[in-house]
């Protein structure tokens, strides 16, 4: 029960990442930026400096500074401590009570808070769609491609992907500014991303076609 500690691994690079089925290309009047609960609770498994933490959070970070460069709208989940039996639901018997109402535990780390007017949604089950008005958001600003970062790759990533597909919301996820439980896991989400439902895709190619 609860988060396992994670032992470092290296992060996929380019050359390594699964070939995907869909042809989409990521364009910035299309496309939002998620930041998928970066919150020092879901970190702390980790060793912050080393991979694969530290070099993700650096490219998200690159990818932030791009994103709000073009104009891309940003928004963050982020879960509220101390929540209740009803509304943590099933992932209460899988992960226990999670985490407590502090900022020790909800705080998003510092190198990538949120800017004003930016959207910080109220994070409920693995996929940023849920119970949340993120497609309403998107929509409103003519947005219908999302690139996702963040925690953990092959739960909420893979989770909040696979329903941008099911919504006709064309998903990308920046497979060096992701994280998880280990480079199995994360290779595991990329494959089955890139199989069924998204285009993974490095950050340095991501800034490559978002000049």
Known sequence: MGLPRIAPYPLPAQAELPAPRATWQPRAERLALLVHDMQRYFLAPYAP????LGPAIANLARLLERSRALGVPVFYTAQKGNQERCDRGLQADLWGPGMRASAEHEAIVEELAP???????VKHRYSAFQRSNLETLMRARG????LVTGVYAHIGCTATVVEAFQRDIEPFIAADAVADFSREDHDQALRWIARTCGVPMSTEALLEVLR
């Open 49 to 52: 400096d080393a991979a694969p």
């Open 115 to 121: 800017r004003a007017g930016e959207h910080v949604l």
């Open 143 to 146: 947005r219908d491609q999302l």
